[in-house]
Antibody, heavy 122, light 110 residues
Framework: QLQLQESGPGLVKPSETLSLTCTVSGGSIRRSDCYWGWVRQPPGKGLEWIGSIYYSGNTYYNPSLKSRVTISVDTSENQFSLKLSSVTAADTAVFYC??????????????WGQGTLVTVSS | QSALTQPPSASGSPGQSVTISCTGTSSDVGGYNYVSWYQQHPGKAPKLMIYEVTKRPSGVPDRFSGSKSGNTASLTVSGLQAEDEADYYCTSYAGSNNLVFGGGSKLTVL
């Protein structure tokens, strides 16, 4: 059974960079038929796709966040990571990592991590 | 890209059917058969309920069904049960390797 687990600081200061890692277990991140993605959800609000990465390193970002987002993959550790720069209070959210089927079209998220709350505050 | 439009709320009595709509444009919902639906209970991660407009993952009850007409996709829940009370989100492929979510709909079982 595939499992995803987010990890990283729960508190980030304004203007700094938010960094999270997603560890994939129960399966290889080096699958040719899927992407790996990040989704966030501000408290009490809806879901927003942040971006996705293919195991080869190709990345795809939400245009509204593209200038501040970097997603990377470490196939040796079966992990992928998110960096969001210049954060403000508006970036406070629960961040989820998920597997995105299929390739080449990103269709749907079938496995999700439990989510991790990141608060932006001084 | 703009978020897909969902009604903020929907409701029905146990045993009834309820339909939640998801309206986009010809650049997303109307242009591709890659609409998916997610159920989210409070404090939990979203759960995939429908993908590629009409397909149900293994384990999802057949009370849940999806459809699409033009730029609007719909999720229908038949035979409502108390456990169906949750938030529901639609997503669509939006071209150029982009995905867009709907704003979410809160389903209340009366």
């Amino acid at each position: 059974q595939l499992q995803l687990q987010e990890s990283g600081p729960g508190l980030v200061k304004p203007s700094e960079t938010l960094s999270l890692t997603c560890t994939v277990s129960g399966g290889s991140i080096r699958r040719s038929d899927c992407y790996w993605g990040w989704v966030r959800q501000p408290p009490g609000k809806g879901l927003e796709w942040i971006g996705s990465i293919y195991y080869s390193g190709n990345t795809y970002y939400n245009p509204s966040l593209k200038s501040r987002v970097t997603i990377s993959v470490d196939t040796s550790e079966n992990q992928f990571s998110l960096k969001l720069s210049s954060v403000t209070a508006a970036d406070t959210a629960v961040f989820y990592c998920a597997r995105v089927l299929s390739w080449p079209i990103m269709s749907h998220f079938d496995y999700w991590g439990q989510g991790t709350l990141v608060t932006v505050s001084s | 890209q703009s978020a897909l439009t969902q009604p903020p709320s929907a409701s029905g009595s146990p045993g009834q059917s309820v339909t939640i709509s998801c309206t986009g444009t010809s650049s997303d919902v109307g242009g591709y058969n890659y609409v998916s639906w997610y159920q989210q209970h409070p404090g939990k991660a979203p759960k995939l309920m429908i993908y590629e407009v009409t397909k149900r993952p293994s384990g999802v009850p057949d009370r849940f069904s999806g459809s699409k007409s033009g730029n609007t996709a719909s999720l229908t829940v038949s035979g409502l049960q108390a456990e169906d009370e949750a938030d529901y989100y639609c997503t669509s492929y939006a071209g150029s390797n982009n995905l867009v979510f709907g704003g979410g709909s809160k389903l209340t079982v009366l």
